[in-house]
Structures are given as C-alpha cells and as structure tokens.
C-alpha cells in the first residue's frame, strides 16, 4: 500500500459522526431529584442508624444515598452541555473521537467525554499575554471580554481572515505591497480538530502560501496587450483564481472559503516614486499621440476645405509650410501668438 493511500484513510477515518445526546433539561430535574432522594435517604439511614447501631438496612441506605449525593449525582452535571446557534463541540472519550455535538439546546452526553478544540491555547495564551503586559487600568472591559470568550466550542459562524500585508515579487520582479481578506467558515469539525494541529494558524499559512504563489504569475499592470492579466486589472478573476487554491489546500481541514478578495495593492515604498515616473510618462505620451492624431486630422480637414471652395492656390511648398505651422499651433505646450503678415505670401 502506498504511502498516499495510508495518508488518505488515516484521513477518511475522521469523518463528522452525531454524537449521541439526549434531552439535557429531562436529566437536570431528574438527576436533582435523585439528589434530594439521596439526601432525604441518608437522613432516614441515619436516624435508622442512631435508633440500632447494628441496623444493615441504615448502614446500606447511607452508604448508596452517600455515593449518589457525593459522586454520581456531581458527575452526571458533567454531562449538561448548552449549545448556542452555530457552534459545535468535539467530543472524545479516553482519547477516541466520540462525535460532534451541533445544534442549539440543551443536551446530556457521557459525562466521561471531553471537548476538544486546538485552536483555544494559541489564541488564550495570546490574549492573556496582552492583558498581562498592560498596566492594570488600561484592561479595559472590551480586553476582558477578548480574554474570557474562548471556549472549546468550535464557531461554525461565517469568518474573516485578514492577514498582515506581505511584500512578493510580482511576475516582472517588481515588488508590491499586497494584503487579501478571506471569508470562510468551518464545514467539518471532526478534520478541523483532527487533520491538522490548529486549523486557525493552518489556514492562516496557507493563505499567505496561496497568495504568493498567484501573485508571481501576474504583472502589476498590463504593458499594453489587452489581453493580458494583471493584479490591478484582472480583480476578479485573481480573487476567483486564489480562492479555488486556497479551497484546495484546507479541504483537509474541513474548511470552506467563501470568498477571497484583494484589500490593499501598491508597489513596495522603494520602486513606488521610479514607478510614479513611469506611469506618468506613458500617460504623456498616450496624451500626446491623441494630440498629434487629432491635429493631423484637423489639418487634413483645412486643406481639404481649401481645395473644395477654392479659397485659395497653394504650390507643395506652401502647403507644407502651412501643414508645419499649423501642427506647431496644435501641438504646442503653449497658447499660439498670432502673427499678420500684410505683404503678398509669394
């Protein structure tokens, strides 16, 4: 068998099970009431107890009231699980994948199960260091709250991931400043949890990974080909492009990206002005190409109205010169100054 088959079913065998539950509020009355029995027992034992000190029947009611308040009662209140819309908890059982538990309401499972979500130590331990360097009256309620909201439920909520921005080399070796930010959410808990150390920080990477790697395959800006791609033109088809590879590489982790899109695009501060210059010079001379189109026609128009209304007799060389000043005119930087010439032109 091949090392990618092995792989595979190691995979395959964390497929997202039902945990199985039952109705948590039923259990809570009649576990407290087996409590207020236990407690009632062990006080009817005792006097039993005190009227016969030899009485077994006293003695048996006291010891099995005593493990029902003491032990059994306190662990079957492990079992409760209350559960918001959109969350989910993984459960195991001594080290085995027990199930998930979806769907808001108030649920009883095996009190020997644990919760288990990778991604809580990471950002607990992150968020309380923060807390911890802050001098005490600056914590304020809003920190608090970032604090004490993890949990080892896992959010099935629509997310945002949005990463620092990154420098890379587009496909001309220019380096820009890019940034995306990617909607996702999490479709299976039991591969989040299972097929990856911490799904969070895994999705963080390969974002960063799928980014890069898209981004040296396109230009900046197009050199003129109109059918080329870049970053800055081709939008949505980039965004689209990266969201499929990003979509490929957390399918192992049960994650779906709904959208991936491109927040900031720049050229790094150290090619940024050479790259100004740049655009302004195309910009000048696609202005003056227009300019030098246009006056060329409008001096092709003036001779042909010459000709046709028979204004006046020019040879070639009169022509040319005229065909010159009025593309000086036309084409200058600058406001013509007229000048009236009273003698005869020839």
């Known amino acids: 068998m091949s090392e990618l088959t092995k792989t595979d079913e190691r995979q395959m065998q964390y497929e997202e099970v ?32 005190d009227e016969n000190s030899g009485n077994v029947p006293g003695i048996i009611l006291i010891i099995a009231s005593s493990v029902y308040f003491f032990i059994i009662g306190p662990i079957l209140f492990c079992g409760l699980k209350v559960l918001k819309p959109k969350e989910a908890l ?43 360097n802050l001098p005490q009256e ?29 420098k890379i080399n587009d496909q001309l070796g220019n380096p820009i400043i890019i940034g995306i930010v990617v909607i996702w959410r999490v479709v299976n808990t039991a591969k989040a949890v299972f097929n990856v150390d911490n799904y969070m920080e895994y999705l963080s990477i390969q974002c960063d990974s799928s980014l890069r790697n898209i981004v040296s395959q396109y230009p900046y800006d197009a050199t003129g080909d109109d059918n080329e791609k870049s970053l800055r033109g081709s939008g949505k088809e980039i965004a689209e492009r990266l969201k499929n590879e990003i979509q490929s590489k957390v399918d192992i982790a049960g994650l ?22 740049r655009q302004q010079a195309a910009a000048i001379i696609d202005a003056r190409q227009m300019i030098v189109e246009g006056a060329v026609g409008m001096v092709e128009m003036a001779l042909n109205k010459l000709n046709e209304n028979d204004i006046v007799h020019l040879d070639e060389e009169r ?4 065909v010159s000043n009025l593309l000086v005119v036309l084409c200058g930087n600058r406001d013509a100054q007229p000048i009236i010439n009273s003698g005869s032109i020839y």
Do not use: W
């Not at 600056?138 to 921005?165: E, G, H, P, Q």
């Open 138 to 166: 600056k914590i304020t309620a809003d920190k608090a709250a970032t604090v004490s909201r993890y949990s080892k439920k896992i959010s099935l909520k629509v997310m945002t991931l949005n990463n620092d921005k990154q």
């Open 256 to 277: 779906e990206i709904l959208e991936a899109r491109i927040t900031h695009l720049a050229y790094a501060p150290e090619i940024a002005a050479a790259m100004l210059q």
């Open 90 to 132: 993984v459960l195991t059982l001594f080290g085995k994948y027990y199930g998930t538990l979806k769907g808001e309401g108030f649920y009883f499972v095996n009190p020997f199960v644990t919760a288990i979500n990778p991604a809580i130590p990471a950002a607990t331990t992150a968020a309380f260091t923060v807390a911890a």
């Open 319 to 322: 022509k040319a010169a005229m």
């Open 18 to 49: 039902q945990a199985k539950s039952t109705n948590g509020m039923v259990v809570l009355l009649l576990n407290i009431a087996l409590m207020v029995v236990s407690l009632v027992g062990f006080i009817f034992g005792c006097i039993l107890v």
